[in-house]
């Protein structure tokens, strides 16, 4: 478990489900946009969908990202969680 310093006071965090967590939560809003893209297909300016596809796979990447990051020093809280968690990725 980490610490955190927040406005001047401690916090305990575990990384890992923070991260978990945030795949989770950030996975639910691809398939919630994926489902919209593909409802409102015919109503969505070609540019625009790509910018929102594009803007939502950029930051699929950087949390992707943070599910490789680990430190063998902290036990069961900093693991590399790149094998078990996926980032759904929107395709065009």
């Known amino acids: 478990m980490m610490i955190a310093w927040t406005w001047g006071f401690k916090m305990r965090v575990n990384f890992d489900n923070m991260r ?3 795949t ?3 996975n639910k809003l ?4 994926d489902n919209f893209l593909e409802q409102y297909d015919w109503e ?3 540019e625009d969908k790509e910018e929102i596809i594009t803007s939502y796979n ?4 950087a ?3 943070l599910n490789c990051l680990y ?9 590399d969680l790149s094998n ?6 929107i395709k065009f």
């Open 20 to 22: 978990r967590r945030t």
């Open 24 to 26: 989770r939560d950030f």
């Open 30 to 33: 691809g398939n919630v946009l």
């Open 44 to 46: 969505i300016l070609s």
């Open 58 to 61: 950029e930051l699929r990447s």
């Open 63 to 65: 949390i992707a990202s």
């Open 71 to 79: 430190d063998d020093a902290i036990d069961g809280d900093m693991d």
């Open 84 to 89: 078990e968690l996926d980032v759904l990725r």
